[in-house]
C-alpha cells in the first residue's frame, strides 16, 4: 500500500492505515519510524507524519515516550 496524493482519502487518514496494516502483520513490532523518516518516505508533511501517529496513538495500537519515539503498544 502506498500513499495516493491524488486520492480524496487524507493524507494522514492513509498513513495511519498504512501503518496500522504493517503493525497487524508484524512487519512494525517494537519502534515505529521517525517523524522525520515517515514525511520523507511517503513524501508527507512533518504535521501530516504526526497526525497519522497521533491518530494510531488515539487509538490504543502505539504508545509515545517524549525523546525516544513511538512504540508499539504492549511491547
Request: charged share 20%; net charge negative; proline share 3%.
Amino acid at each position: 500500500m502506498e500513499i495516493d496524493h491524488e486520492s480524496s482519502t487524507p493524507l494522514y487518514v492513509q498513513l495511519a492505515a498504512l501503518l496500522r496494516a504493517q503493525i497487524e502483520d508484524g512487519t512494525i513490532t517494537k519502534r515505529l519510524p521517525s517523524v522525520k523518516t515517515l514525511s520523507q518516505e511517503h513524501g508527507v508533511s512533518h504535521i501530516t507524519a504526526e497526525r497519522a501517529l497521533t491518530a494510531l496513538k488515539d487509538a490504543g495500537l502505539i504508545t509515545s515516550v517524549i525523546g525516544k519515539g513511538y512504540y508499539v503498544a504492549g511491547t
